[in-house]
């Protein structure tokens, strides 16, 4: 796994520093920490992307321990502040806090501000079919597990198994079949009745 990794950093960062590619993306705050932490962990002999031990870490001047800024608290101070229960819950710390590099903080609440927008909510309720998709073809199909060894097989299974979607789909509609709501597990079917229900549920078999 680690050397997987390494290898698509390796060829994440060929292709940045690629003389095709444009220059900005070289000054880009994350892509620099990219290159110093595949440094730090990574290095290429014959040819060979190895995964490096504690004998042969580059100098301490290139090595980082965390992009971020991080502050921690003492917590024989922290723990006469009278405001200490709005901080932390720890009993045995002081409260922590993290600062992340200005560029990603930016990109982080530019993000987040985008999320608010009717363009993001209308591409990402796209993602409501696509999460019921998966899990008609995971739990009624049984698409987790292959039934068969080798890509063109396991490839054959998942193209049968779309079509079988479709036509699942294609009866329901024909037989008005209503749509299905949040799965219950049988084990939460076993729960009783909240007393309340009535209140809540105007229609409860409860209701006497």
């Known amino acids: 796994m680690a050397e997987t990794i390494g290898k698509d950093g390796y060829h994440l960062l060929s292709q940045i520093y690629a003389d095709e590619t444009r220059p900005h993306l070289r000054t880009i705050p994350a892509v620099d920490i990219l290159r110093q932490v595949w ?16 004998k042969n870490f580059p100098p301490s001047w290139v090595m980082i321990a965390s992009p971020y800024d991080q502050v921690q608290f003492d917590y024989q101070v ?10 932390t819950q720890s009993k045995t710390s002081g409260r922590q806090i993290t600062f992340p590099l200005q560029a990603q903080y930016e990109a982080m609440i530019a993000a987040r501000q985008r999320q608010e927008t009717d363009e993001f909510k209308e591409e990402y309720a796209a993602r409501a079919g696509i999460e019921g998709t998966v899990s008609q073809a995971v739990f009624s199909l049984g698409m987790r ?9 396991t490839h054959l299974q998942h193209v049968a198994t779309a079509a079988a979607i479709n036509v699942q789909r294609i009866i329901d509609w024909l037989w008005q079949t209503p749509r299905s709501t949040t799965h219950v ?12 229900a009535d209140n809540v549920y105007p229609q409860s078999p409860l209701k006497k």
Request: proline residues 4%.
């Open 39 to 54: 440094r730090q962990h990574y290095y290429i002999e014959a040819g060979k992307i190895s995964w490096r031990d504690q």
């Open 185 to 196: 597990g049988h084990f939460a079917r076993l729960a009783p009745v909240p007393t309340f």
């Open 78 to 87: 922290s723990v006469t502040c009278a405001d200490r229960a709005r901080c």
């Open 145 to 153: 597990r292959t039934r068969y060894r080798g890509l063109v097989k």
